[in-house]
């Protein structure tokens, strides 16, 4: 992520612009909540997705900075 920009692939932040806003519909567009059982999420439950998220991300990013420094060791 890096070393190649964060937004560097537009494809790739295209598709996940368009899963959070079907996500978005799905969890608050009244229709969509009949047909999918959902409710809408809190700013609570929002802020839990970001982090859990997140702490993928970067444990992710030292699993790759790990991996990358036992390269260089051999």
Do not use: C
Request: proline letters at 4%; zero cysteines; glycine letters at 8%.
């Amino acid at each position: 992520m890096f070393h190649i920009g964060l937004l560097s692939n537009r494809p790739l932040l295209a598709a996940q612009a368009f899963g959070l806003a079907l996500m978005a519909a799905i969890s608050y567009v009244p229709l969509l909540q009949g047909v999918f059982h959902t409710a809408p999420l809190s700013l609570g439950d929002w802020a839990l997705l970001f982090a859990l998220g997140s702490l993928v991300l970067v444990g992710d990013e030292i699993r790759k900075a790990v991996l990358r420094r036992k390269e260089v060791v051999r």
